[in-house]
Structure formats: structure tokens, C-alpha cells
């Protein structure tokens, strides 16, 4: 309707997974390279995560378009299914003919695994993939690591990629799908667009769709990136209605109040995406506050002993790990600060009990400091619960509590959507969801270094630690140790390092930092603690 009044060739904001509209931010890019690493490695799984809307199945149907014509192809949109069910749609996807009514499973896997020799024999390569995988039971998933098990003497026969949501790495890492976990050879977590991207995305999509000139201006670019937070599927309702809108009133640009209207008209509200997360979050909390607001007013007390729990029983940290109870779990926690510099001290020995270790920060100094005389070092960042997830190590957070005032709190260990969480002295268990709306994303954790270790280790770089590194790929990769023990970092080893951080959902950039180093040491190092804990259990 209003694609000649812009001048459009067609509409440049459907939600349809057009390889064409891809956006190819740095994030999508490292997707599709994630991607296009796996579809050509010798078989097993490839997983795809990211929000609803990040664009997961466009960056696979970009990979759909450069693979070889001859490749046998199934593509699976609705996962729920019981195990035959979907061993039948495989049948339908790859052509396979099988027995009317037949609830074999044992027929539908012989059947399948006679495509999948013949198609190795005629040089095809065979990949099934699977969208909304999150949805698929533990029943399906275990099925599909079974139809994995066909293999010759050098590679798999049957390429499987899983698309899904972040419940789907959660789902994962559950201790009966530890075996399928484990054939993962590439991962990757795609996130939103940051605001740069947004007003390059609506630039290039208007671009393939014939439109050169600008229509949103940069104030209502900024508007539409806080309404979306970045998710491009809410990106493409809003700027699609916004557009209609915009012809109806004759309007040539595409300003903020458009956009609003817009997204009132199809979301019911000026603030999507992100800020949905984020809303559901603060709802509860506002209403906290409101409820116990001339409790909070009056509950603040000093203590120079511990920190306490607004209106909840303490939790006394002793020698031995206490774990909340189901009763002490709430969302309103609103520590007393003493001090934060206290707090933060506090906070910190908790973090090295993790490690084993006593700290006293009035006879060890800075916490960093005991750190790097007892072999571990400090990694600050700015991140989310799942950058935290994914380097699975403890964690120091900077929380903020109802007035804004900041404190500290260790995160010890999280277990499904639940965490424990230690403020000052007082350990609690409680929903994740609730330390979010209370965490600007800045924390420290603990990591332990190769003892030689001093810096980055990029090609070319010669010294004892590349021996370290050596032996932990040969562990990790179960080959012998290569180059005789050489202390050169190789391009050979910078290879198999890429290979590595491919599987682990790293910056496949062949550089050994701090988080390669963090994931070689949660495959080869029982001692150092997670977040997860089940992870060491299924070892």
C-alpha cells in the first residue's frame, strides 16, 4: 500500500527470513560463521541460541544458500513432537518412504539410516534442521543423538542443527543430555542489535527494498532502538506499521511520534523487546515498593556484625555451605548497608571460598592482589547473566538496592532459574530474574592462569606456557601431544585453537586469552568451581 508513495520495489520490513534483508552485523557474521564451520565438519551437532526475533533462522537460511545443490536438506519448524513423530517427519523431509501407519521406531531409524549411507555413497552430504528446538522433549533430543551414532572411520553421516531460544542451552546442560552436550563441535548465542546496528539495519533493508534517501532521522532511529531493544523482528512490526502510518498522514520522514503510534497500534505499548524483560522484572518490584515502602523507610538499621535481609530470617554463613530453603527465597532483597566497603569485603570471602581459599582482607590487602599471589587473576567486565553462564565461573556483582544505593553480593551458583547469592554474610537462594532487575551487568570473577602465563598468546609467541596449551588440546581433542613439546605457538595450534573456540561459542580469533583459557580449564580442571554445578557430576 504504501510502497510506491516511498518508492519501494517491494516491503522492506517483513518478517519473513529473507537471506537477501540479512543484516550481517559482527554478530551475525560470527553466526553464520559458527554455521558455516560446523555444516562443513565431519558431522554431529551445531547450535544456534538467541531471543525471540534475533534473526537465528535468516542466518541459517543464509547458510542455506551457499551450500552444494546436491545436499539433502530437512527442515523441521514445529519440534513438538513425540520421538516416532519426528522420526516420521524426518522420513517426509528427506523423501523417505515408509509403511503406512507404521509406529516403528525401529523401522523409521533403518529406513533413515539407509538414506543416510546412500546419500554418503552418492557424495551428499545429509543436515537436518531444526527450528523453535527448545521445544523438543528430552525423549527427541536423546533420539536424535542416536541417529548421530551412523558413522564411517572418518566422519558422521548426519549433520544436525538446533535453533532455539536461551532455554534450549539450559535444556542442554541437564545431566541426561550430557552425551548430546558433548557432540556439540560448534555453538554460538546471538543477542540484539546494539544502536549502531539498528540505524544501519533500517538503512539496509530500506536500501535492497530500492530506497536510497532517508526516511527515519536519527532522533527517530534512537527512539525505535529503545522500543526494540535491539530485536529485529519488532524492529520490522514497528517500522512496517510506522511506514503505513506515515503514507495515511502524508508524511515524507518517519519521526518519533510515528514510530510510537506505531507501536501502541501492534505491540499496545511505546516499549518492546529488551524492555520487555525488563518490565516484567520491575513489575513485581514496583509493586514491592509500593506495599512495603514505609517498611523500607523504617527497617534500615546498622549492625556492625553482619548484613541483613530485609523482613527474611538470616542465613549465618558457616564453615559449611548452607543453601536456603524454598520459604527464604524472595524477590524483595534489600540488604542493610554498613558499609560498602565492608560489604564488598565480605562479598569477596565468599568468592574465595569458592576457590578454597581464606581471604582476610584486613591481613591479605586488595582482593585482587591475594588473587594474583595464590595463582588466580581478576577479570572485570560489564555483561549479562548468560555471558556469565557461558564462562561458568562464581561471581562478584555490584547490585543496586531500592534507593539506588549500590552493594556487592557473590554469585555462587545458579541452578535452572534460581540462584544463591551471598550479601555480606547471609547466603539466600532466589529467582535469577530478581538479580537482574537489581544488576547493571558490571562483575569480577576469579579465573586461574597457566602459571607461566603473562599475556596473550597470538602466532609466533614462544614460550613455556604454549607447552601448557599443547597438552591441554591433546586432552580436550584426545591426540598426542604435538611439535615434540615445542614452545612456539604454531599456526598448526592456532588452527586447532579456532577449532576449539568454535565448539565453545568463543571469537574464533586464535588468540588465547583470558575466557579460551577459562573454558580449557572447565573441561580439564576438576578443581575450579562453577556456577553450574552439574556439569562437574556428569564429568
Known sequence: ???EYFGLKETPFSIAPDPRYLY???????????????????????????????????VCRCLLEQVPEHSAIAFIFNPKLTVDELLATVCDEFGITYPEKNKSIKVF???????????????RKAVLIIDEAQNLSSDVLEQLRLLTNLETSQKKLLQIILLGQPELRDK?????LYQLSQRIIARYHLGSLSKEDVKAYVVHRLSVAGVQNTLFPDSALGTLYSMTGGVP??????????????????????????????????????????????????????????????????????????????????IEISAEPVIASQTDRDSNVQPVILSIDTNKDKSYEALFREWNM?????????????????GLKCLRERGSIEGLLHLNRPALLKLYDNTGQEYFAALTAINGEDADLTVGSVRRSMPLKDIESRWAGDYTLLWRPPSDYRQNIKTGYNGPVVKWLDTQLAIIHDRVLSGAGSSIYTDELAAEIIKFQVAEGLKPDGIVGARTIIHINTLNDQEVPLLIKQYTEDQ
Not at 281 to 310: C, D, H, K, N
Request: charged letters at 20%; a neutral charge; hydrophobic letters at 45%.
Open 109 to 123: 531409524v533403518d529406513l533413515i539410516n539407509t538414506f543416510l549411507l546412500n546419500a554418503y555413497g552418492a557424495g
Open 358 to 374: 581464606a581471604y582476610n582482607p584486613d591481613s591479605d590487602g586488595p582482593a585482587c592482589s591475594y588473587a594474583e599471589a595464590n
Open 24 to 58: 550481517m552485523s559482527e554478530q551475525h557474521r560470527e553466526a553464520l560463521a559458527h554455521l558455516v564451520y560446523g555444516f562443513n565438519s565431519d558431522g554431529g551437532f551445531v547450535l544456534l541460541t538467541g531471543e525471540i526475533g534475533t534473526g537465528k533462522t535468516t
Open 233 to 314: 523482528r519488532l524492529i520490522n512490526i514497528i517500522c512496517d506499521r510506522a511506514l503505513l502510518g506515515a503514507f495515511v498522514n502524508e508524511k515524507a520522514k518517519i519521526t518519533s511520534s510515528i514510530l510510537k503510534k506505531a507501536a501502541r497500534e501492534v505491540l499496545g505499548t511505546d516499549r518492546a523487546a529488551g524492555n520487555f524483560r525488563k518490565a516484567a522484572a520491575w513489575a513485581p518490584l514496583i509493586m514491592v515498593f509500593i506495599v512495603f515502602g514505609v517498611v523500607l523507610a523504617t527497617s534500615y538499621y546498622r549492625s556492625e556484625q553482619s548484613l541483613t535481609l530485609l523482613n527474611q530470617p538470616a
Open 1 to 3: 500500500m504504501y510502497k
Open 172 to 176: 542442554l546442560s541437564r545431566p541426561e
